[in-house]
């Protein structure tokens, strides 16, 4: 069971907001393309936040993006390249555990070297 942990090192989500689906699914294609995301899942929040000293609300569509964190800083240079924002979110959050065969999926998708 401890062996599963040391693979998994390294995994992980980054969430990104977007403006519009159209705009969540021109960065969701590119890191696909660009094998920086293995997946891409887009689905519509709501946004409660403070831009520039105002409150605002925001209808946004959310990226979760499944992915290799070494690959982190090129995956988010291709979010600020794409992204319409001036601040976009580009979050990673670890994945501490996960089953095996989708791990080593993403491994397979990211271009991550076995062993």
Known sequence: MMNSRA????????????????????????????????????????????????VHQEDEWQLMIKCDLAKFQVLEAKVREIHSYDVPEVIALPILAGSQPYLNWIGEQVGRESG
């Open 7 to 54: 693979e998994n090192d390294g995994y992980g989500v980054v969430l990104v907001t977007a403006s519009s689906k159209a705009e969540a699914e021109a960065i969701a294609q590119a890191l696909v393309q660009s094998r920086l995301a293995a997946c891409v899942s887009l689905f519509p929040v709501h946004s409660i936040y403070t831009w520039q000293g105002t």
